[in-house]
């Protein structure tokens, strides 16, 4: 991007000079559509996240039988929605503000198999990937038992394919894992700021860990280019995929059972906010998504960005998306 360009964009959005000194900012954003509007222009539909929902209670069978800690859900790998009224009189006495309504911590940290709310997205890319080879190849139909995954059969002949992705450290975690269990060669590009302890993990599980001294662009870039030269190599695209994004969007009809369960209602009167977590954006958009085809105007979900990378906010706000990176306003997504 040219110094032009950049000065125009510094006069159109003044919240970019706060956002090159790092400090930490608030943003609504003004072209909010109302979902009637906004559901029109998407290319993802809610039998989308249907489909995805069913596939993954066909492998709940597998997942309880390769995952036993799965066993109490029944193979469904979900997270309990807990009460945190402490943390909430804490926020309330830091603010000196009183909050309405109750305040909900959704424990996506404590996803069973990898720990990370990749458990949803990574888990479910590669079992569809798993699903559509084994159905090319008539390993099974879609009414199987699908306990027979965890087979030495399965396993053999997933062990002629492989799978590829790039991490910072948690999709690689879900990706290796699951790759590995299903018995698929899997290769994890991890950037310098992956946790050494991910790295033992997978190596552990005989997942090939690459390296890198650079950030996650780069891990990712060199996964893509290896699995561009193998047809039996598939690549996990943390950047564009519609299936992560579909794993994430499943969240929502799962919580809107935990919500029913603790008797919480969410309609006009009652509103519901989301707190996401948000890095490159698809775990956050894909939750989101499917929030608002649950909720419809009656959910407001806000993304939550560390100052040194808020490369969602500044793709939004500028209208640029991908088409601009946090480096190029001076900050260095560390
Ligand atoms: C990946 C991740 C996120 C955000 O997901 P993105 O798809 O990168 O936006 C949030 N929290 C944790 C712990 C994660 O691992």
């Not at 030269?229 to 994430?248: A, H, I, Q, R």
Request: some cysteine; hydrophobic content about 35%; glycine content about 6%.
């Amino acid at each position: 991007m040219d110094e032009k360009c950049l000065s125009d964009l510094r006069t159109q959005f003044p919240l970019l000079q706060q956002l090159t000194a790092l400090d930490e900012v608030f943003w609504v954003n003004p072209n909010i559509e109302t979902f009637e509007s906004g559901i029109k222009k998407c290319t993802i539909s809610e039998e989308d996240v249907r489909d995805a929902e069913k596939r993954l209670e066909r492998f709940a069978p597998y997942i309880v039988s390769a995952f036993p800690d799965t066993k109490s859900t029944n193979g469904i790998i979900e997270s309990p929605l807990v009460n945190i009224p402490s943390m909430k009189k804490s926020l309330e006495s830091d603010y000196q503000k009183s909050l309405r309504g109750e305040l909900l911590l959704k424990c996506d940290s404590h996803l069973p198999i990898s720990g990370s709310i990749k458990a949803r997205g990574g888990i479910y890319e590669v079992l569809k990937h798993a699903e559509k080879l084994a159905l090319q190849h008539n390993l099974i139909t879609l009414e199987d038992d699908y306990s027979i995954f965890d087979s030495d059969r399965f396993r053999d002949f997933f062990s002629r394919y492989s799978i590829v992705v790039g991490s910072t450290g948690n999709l690689g975690l879900s990706i290796g894992i699951m790759s590995a269990k299903l018995g698929f060669n899997v290769t994890v590009h991890m950037s310098s700021d992956a946790k050494e302890w991910k790295k033992d993990l997978l190596r552990s599980k005989n997942v090939n860990v690459i390296e890198y001294e650079a950030d996650y662009s780069k891990a990712v870039e060199e996964g893509r280019k290896q699995a561009a030269v193998d047809p039996s190599c598939y690549f996990v695209d943390d950047e564009n995929s519609k299936d992560l994004f579909l794993g994430y969007s499943v969240a929502a009809s799962r919580l809107d059972k935990q919500l029913k369960e603790l008797k919480i209602t969410v309609d006009e009167n009652h509103p519901l906010f989301v707190y996401l977590p948000c890095g490159v954006g698809g775990g956050p958009g894909g939750v989101a998504f499917g929030l608002k085809l649950m909720f419809r105007d009656h959910v407001h979900c806000f993304f939550a960005e560390p100052t040194h990378s808020p490369s969602m906010l500044l793709g939004l706000m500028t209208g640029l998306h991908d088409q601009i990176s946090v480096q190029e306003i001076g900050i260095d997504n560390k």
